[in-house]
């Protein structure tokens, strides 16, 4: 018998036993599948010699998490490693929409493209900088975020209150148009409010992009040198080494309630682990509450409730092995490490469209990695380990570029990549005549290889208002607490949601520390 039991071993479940293991509480944490990390891993599987992140990569979130921080990963092996700069576009007309790591030179860099847009992007960086810890703090701590709240107002007042309120929830579409006119500072924000699903002229976009793009710009986008594994790696070890004890390939089939409470967890082998204080679920709300939870145990609201969680959508990942760097048509000043492909604010918003409407994008956006660029351990001198994803409609009713039926057999799966690839080329022409080896990861076989990310859902559900702050996962449970006695929820589907800062699982340890009070 445990004092507490976690359920997953991604991140999220990974933080909170961290934090219950601290406070002196006997842990044990239980991982469906062989390996530790969830959609925090790496591997060696697409080509011998180059290292390639299986799920995400940069981790610009984890940088400015007070979670993260606090926990010393330095200490148990983590190190961080950023490239030359963090983010940056290429440009349908020419050249590149890039983050320097100097605000002055992001401002230098597009003033020389559209005069003004140099200042106004200063003005962006002097908000971020008046109002962005308060954001921070409200975003990864326990809704509501009450001592936090209180300091983002306060910050928010002053000569520029209207234009700060409006980047909070305001669409990305408005804010851009509003303060720049050029396409390459528009594009800063854009793109990176694409990191979630909300559309460019969706209310809170602006918000996901100003957030992102300034992170961006103050911290960077780091990744852990060697691989995302390590990151997983050196929160695993740091649990050990405090006491707490990992069972991998132990997927947990049902939390055991007593009267209302939870009491233990059983395993699809039939083994249970007894739980004296709590159990925590690192793992999606429908699996929570439409698989774990013995249905007698749930009221009926709950049940219904349940049927309006609304997942984010699909996505499509391929990994590549190239001999050489990509052969960009015209290379960046500094070479960033992430790179976002979309031709414009407007195409952006069109491809939302498709998706929404169910439809496979013909023009997709794509979010890219050079990791090699960003960290020098990934590939060979001269090579890059590359990848890039993109959405789908989690269920497709059409292919507004051609055939692809949504099945996800290998004809769709080649289809796809060869549309992926066919974008790429067009800013890097040769790009695939530098092409060794190649893995592509459809909706299924994400999900096969993590059972959170349902139909390649990455974020835990939608990131939209209406399943947001309050009403997620749903409405009536937006804090970690469950209906059920002593078990809370520690994964992405719930407050704040997805992205790589702990603060799911930091925000459950810190409810059953309470509660256990």
């Given at each position: 018998?445990?004092?507490?039991?976690?359920?997953?071993?991604?991140?999220?479940?990974?933080?909170?036993?961290?934090?219950?293991?601290?406070?002196?509480?006997?842990?044990?944490?239980?991982?469906?599948?062989?390996?530790?990390?969830?959609?925090?891993?790496?591997?060696?599987?697409?080509?011998?010699?180059?290292?390639?992140?299986?799920?995400?990569?940069?981790?610009?979130?984890?940088?400015?998490?007070?979670?993260?921080?606090?926990?010393?990963?330095?200490?148990?092996?983590?190190?961080?490693?950023?490239?030359?700069?963090?983010?940056?576009?290429?440009?349908s007309?020419?050249?590149?929409?890039?983050?320097?790591?100097?605000?002055?030179?992001?401002?230098?860099?597009?003033?020389?493209?559209?005069?003004?847009?140099?200042?106004?992007?200063?003005?962006?960086?002097a908000?971020?900088?008046?109002?962005?810890?308060?954001?921070?703090?409200?975003?990864?701590?326990?809704?509501?975020?009450?001592?936090a709240?209180?300091?983002l107002?306060?910050?928010?007042?002053?000569?520029?209150?209207?234009?700060?309120?409006?980047?909070?929830?305001?669409?990305?579409?408005?804010?851009?148009?509003?303060?720049?006119?050029?396409?390459?500072?528009?594009?800063?924000?854009?793109?990176?409010?694409?990191?979630?699903?909300?559309?460019?002229?969706?209310?809170?976009?602006?918000?996901?992009?100003?957030?992102?793009?300034?992170?961006?710009?103050?911290?960077?986008?780091?990744?852990?040198?060697?691989?995302?594994?390590?990151?997983?790696?050196?929160?695993?070890?740091?649990?050990?080494?405090?006491?707490?004890?990992?069972?991998?390939?132990a997927?947990?089939?049902?939390?055991?309630?007593?009267?209302?409470?939870?009491?233990?967890?059983?395993?699809?082998?039939g083994?249970?682990?007894?739980?004296?204080?709590?159990?925590?679920?690192?793992?999606?709300?429908?699996?929570?509450?439409?698989?774990?939870?013995?249905?007698?145990?749930?009221?009926?609201?709950?049940?219904?409730?349940?049927?309006?969680?609304?997942?984010?959508?699909?996505?499509?990942?391929?990994?590549?092995?190239?001999d050489?760097?990509?052969?960009?048509?015209?290379?960046?000043?500094l070479?960033?490490?992430?790179?976002?492909?979309?031709?414009?604010?407007?195409?952006?918003?069109?491809?939302?469209?498709?998706?929404?409407?169910?439809?496979?994008?013909?023009?997709?956006?794509?979010?890219?990695?050079?990791?090699?660029?960003?960290?020098?351990?990934?590939?060979?001198?001269?090579?890059?380990?590359?990848w890039?994803?993109?959405?789908?409609?989690?269920?497709?009713?059409?292919?507004?570029?051609?055939?692809?039926?949504?099945?996800?057999?290998?004809?769709?799966?080649?289809?796809?990549?060869?549309?992926?690839?066919?974008?790429?080329?067009?800013?890097?022409?040769?790009?695939?005549?530098?092409?060794?080896?190649?893995?592509?990861?459809?909706?299924?076989?994400?999900?096969?290889?993590?059972?959170?990310?349902?139909?390649?859902?990455?974020?835990?559900?939608?990131?939209?208002?209406r399943?947001?702050?309050?009403?997620?996962?749903?409405?009536?449970?937006?804090?970690?607490?469950?209906?059920?006695?002593?078990?809370?929820?520690?994964?992405?589907?719930?407050?704040?949601?997805?992205?790589?800062?702990?603060?799911?699982?930091?925000?459950?340890?810190?409810?059953?520390?309470?509660?256990?009070?």
């Amino acid at each position: 018998m445990a004092d507490a039991v976690v359920i997953g071993a991604g991140p999220n479940g990974l933080v909170a036993a961290n934090q219950l293991v601290d406070a002196g509480w006997d842990v044990v944490l239980l991982e469906a599948n062989d390996a530790i990390g969830g959609a925090v891993r790496s591997s060696r599987e697409v080509a011998d010699s180059y290292v390639h992140d299986t799920f995400s990569s940069f981790y610009p979130l984890a940088a400015v998490s007070p979670t993260i921080r606090a926990l010393d990963l330095g200490s148990y092996g983590l190190e961080w490693s950023n490239p030359p700069a963090p983010v940056g576009n290429p440009l349908s007309d020419g050249g590149w929409a890039l983050v320097h790591p100097d605000p002055a030179d992001t401002a230098a860099a597009l003033d020389a493209m559209t005069p003004g847009d140099g200042q106004a992007w200063m003005e962006l960086y002097a908000d971020w900088e008046r109002v962005g810890p308060a954001i921070i703090q409200a975003l990864l701590t326990p809704f509501p975020p009450v001592r936090a709240g209180v300091d983002l107002v306060r910050h928010l007042l002053g000569d520029r209150a209207l234009k700060r309120l409006q980047l909070l929830v305001a669409p990305v579409r408005s804010v851009v148009d509003s303060r720049f006119r050029g396409d390459a500072a528009k594009l800063l924000l854009a793109t990176n409010s694409q990191h979630a699903d909300i559309p460019p002229t969706g209310w809170g976009s602006g918000l996901m992009g100003w957030l992102l793009v300034m992170i961006a710009q103050q911290y960077g986008y780091p990744v852990p040198r060697g691989g995302a594994g390590r990151l997983s790696q050196a929160l695993a070890d740091r649990f050990t080494a405090r006491g707490g004890s990992i069972v991998c390939d132990a997927r947990a089939d049902r939390i055991v309630v007593r009267d209302g409470r939870a009491i233990a967890v059983r395993t699809a082998d039939g083994t249970e682990y007894a739980a004296k204080r709590a159990v925590l679920a690192d793992v999606s709300a429908p699996a929570l509450y439409g698989a774990l939870i013995p249905p007698e145990e749930l009221p009926r609201r709950t049940r219904e409730r349940l049927r309006f969680f609304q997942w984010d959508p699909g996505t499509v990942k391929v990994d590549w092995a190239l001999d050489a760097p990509i052969p960009w048509r015209d290379k960046p000043d500094l070479a960033p490490g992430t790179v976002h492909v979309a031709d414009s604010v407007d195409d952006l918003r069109r491809c939302a469209a498709q998706i929404a409407a169910g439809a496979i994008p013909d023009n997709p956006f794509l979010l890219m990695g050079q990791m090699t660029t960003a960290d020098p351990t990934r590939s060979p001198v001269g090579t890059e380990s590359v990848w890039a994803y993109t959405h789908v409609p989690q269920q497709v009713r059409a292919d507004a570029g051609g055939t692809i039926r949504g099945q996800w057999d290998g004809a769709d799966t080649e289809r796809i990549a060869e549309r992926i690839e066919a974008r790429i080329e067009r800013y890097a022409p040769g790009f695939t005549d530098h092409i060794t080896a190649r893995r592509v990861l459809t909706p299924p076989e994400l999900e096969r290889r993590d059972a959170n990310l349902v139909g390649g859902a990455v974020n835990g559900g939608t990131s939209r208002l209406r399943q947001e702050l309050v009403l997620r996962p749903m409405p009536g449970l937006g804090r970690a607490e469950t209906v059920i006695k002593s078990l809370y929820l520690a994964s992405a589907s719930a407050h704040p949601g997805g992205g790589v800062h702990g603060a799911c699982g930091s925000n459950a340890a810190r409810a059953a520390l309470l509660h256990a009070r």
